[in-house]
């Protein structure tokens, strides 16, 4: 099982941090900050593991990691390709599949239904009321043109 809690427009930090994950599970917990950091406890809350990370000059070809400390480098990256001056570290296909599932766990929580989708491009099959959730209405001026 697995509860998800999103405090992001609230400025109460949890565990001395305003953003992150915790993870409770039965022989522990871990702790994510927000960045690449972690700590891990034990059942007794004794802490077994730390991990600190320092950006390094070689992270800026790890695409895979998990972000924060990245964030700067792959955003600047963004700019210099689309200026022409750099190629691109992590490419807009690997975004869309990093966020495909979250966006589809969200519908099928929304729906209250299990989802069946196309594998070649995630559409929800057979589903009309969860395709509705597809996409949003947009605020007049806001609207997305193509």
């Not at 210099?80 to 099928?108: C, D, F, M």
Request: charge should be neutral; glycine fraction near 12%; include cysteine.
């Amino acid at each position: 099982m697995a509860l998800w809690e999103g405090r992001s427009s609230n400025g109460f930090n949890s565990e001395g941090y305003g953003r992150g994950v915790i993870f409770y599970g039965e022989k522990g917990t871990m702790f994510v900050p927000g960045g690449d950091d972690y700590k891990v406890y034990d059942l007794d809350n004794k802490l077994v593991k730390e991990v600190k990370t320092e950006l390094q000059e070689a992270s800026r070809t790890n695409t895979m990691g998990m972000g924060e400390k990245l964030d700067s480098i792959i955003l600047s990256n963004f700019v210099e390709s689309i200026r022409g001056k750099s190629k691109l570290v992590a490419p807009i296909t690997e975004g869309q599949k990093s966020t495909l599932l979250p966006q589809l766990g969200n519908i099928s929580y929304r729906s209250g239904r299990t989802l069946y989708c196309d594998p070649k491009n995630g559409h929800i099959l057979n589903d009309a009321e969860a395709m509705k959730l597809w996409k949003r209405e947009y605020e007049k001026g806001w609207e997305m043109t193509l």
